[in-house]
């Protein structure tokens, strides 16, 4: 007669799925977690420390966050950036009987800086550097 019957656990070793026959909880992928970096989400618990170390930015946003990110399309210049010489070598800017004429193209003009030259600009402006413009004695077209 046997005293002590052997458990369950240690009998169903090497067996292929150990007592729970083909049935899916216990065979498919869906309760070994995912794979790769599944479940490294908000709560990550079991995964934080690596995150942590080897992929610092992984959670919050990346790259281009709203759509309106991206639609200016304009490169910009501020009135601090406008060097005459160097704009009339771009020929961006033409002397003419009223003063510098400066042609933006596909520039916009932003007013951070000041402006001492008498300017006279065609293109995309911002209101403060259209207040400092007429300031120096310019116009914006």
């Known amino acids: 007669m046997k005293i ?25 992928s869906g309760s070994r977690g995912g794979v790769g970096m599944a479940g490294t989400g908000k709560r990550a618990g079991q995964k934080l420390t690596f995150v942590k170390k080897y992929l610092l930015p992984y959670f919050g ?33 033409k002397k003419t009987g009223e003063g510098n004429e400066l042609n933006l193209g596909k520039y ?6 000041e ?13 403060t550097a259209k207040e400092k413009i007429e300031r120096a004695g310019g116009k914006v077209l």
């Open 4 to 28: 002590k019957k052997r458990s369950k656990r240690t009998r169903a070793r090497g067996s292929k799925t150990q007592g729970w026959g083909a049935r899916k909880r216990h065979k498919g």
């Open 61 to 93: 946003k990346q790259g281009l966050t709203s759509r309106k990110a991206g639609k200016d399309k304009h490169d910009l210049i501020n009135l601090k950036d406008i060097n005459i010489g160097k704009l009339t070598k771009m020929r961006m800017i």
């Open 108 to 113: 916009k003009l932003l007013g951070e800086g």
């Open 115 to 127: 402006i001492k030259e008498k300017l006279i600009v065609k293109g995309r402006v911002s209101k």
